[in-house]
């Protein structure tokens, strides 16, 4: 049977090589304008954190790094992905496959990660995320005064619908660190538990088979 360090091991190994893949592709047929996309930077955080997951399990010395990225990479993916199926998609006319492994599959990988580690999304790593998302809508502001032009539908920083986005994000910024650190508090109570009962039967059936060796004898 599947337990979960194997599930989580192969999860992040998976991971690790999907992502990798799909970032040396993105930078290569598209490198130009590939910064200029929050998604694009989803995607790299993604691969950056499944890479040090996978590297975790050789050094321990990781791990406080690897859990202050992970709460980067769990508002950051959900805020990706639920702005662009609610408000982008339904303007653009993109290929609904190629745009699910932009905007699908990093938070489906993050949300399996989060089910299965041990880490704590602690309020003292939300400057990680808050920085990554300012410094990309700094970058969104001067590429949009330079150029012209729009990078998101509508958003120009002139009107209206660009400041109601940017409060929709802050919402989601906020409320999925604050309920994703809530879940995760149960969820590794119940891992933590799930290993007592584990411990407890191993222990009762060793117990049980230590008295049937003494009674054999």
């Known amino acids: 049977m599947l337990n979960r360090e194997k599930g989580l091991h192969i999860l992040r190994i998976a991971g690790s090589i999907f992502f990798f893949l799909f970032s040396v592709l993105v930078l290569i047929f598209a490198i130009e304008i590939a910064f200029l996309y929050l998604t694009i930077w989803g995607v790299i955080i993604t691969t950056i954190y499944f890479i040090l997951a996978v590297c975790l399990s050789r050094n321990q010395k990781l791990r406080l790094a690897t859990e202050a990225l ?5 508002t950051i ?10 408000y982008i998609f339904p303007l653009i006319t ?5 745009t699910f492994l932009f905007h699908g599959l990093p938070l489906i990988f993050t949300i399996g ?4 580690n041990d880490f704590q999304i602690l309020r003292k790593y939300y400057l990680i995320p808050a920085i990554i998302e300012l410094l990309y809508f700094i970058l969104n ?3 949009t005064e330079v150029t012209k032009s729009t990078i998101y539908p509508g958003i120009n920083y002139v009107n209206a619908i660009t400041y109601i986005i940017l409060i929709v994000v802050l919402i989601i910024f906020a ?3 604050e309920i994703g650190r809530l879940l995760k508090i ?4 119940y891992w933590r538990n799930k290993t007592r009962e584990n411990n407890s039967t191993f222990g009762e059936q060793l117990v049980f088979n230590n008295m049937d060796t003494s009674t054999v004898q």
């Open 70 to 74: 992970f709460t980067g990479l769990w």
């Open 77 to 86: 993916n959900w805020t990706i992905t639920i702005i662009y199926w609610c």
């Open 94 to 98: 993109d290929n609904v496959y190629v």
């Open 113 to 116: 990660e989060f089910c299965l």
């Open 141 to 143: 502001i001067i590429t």
């Open 175 to 177: 409320s999925s660190l």
């Open 186 to 189: 149960k969820v590794n109570r």
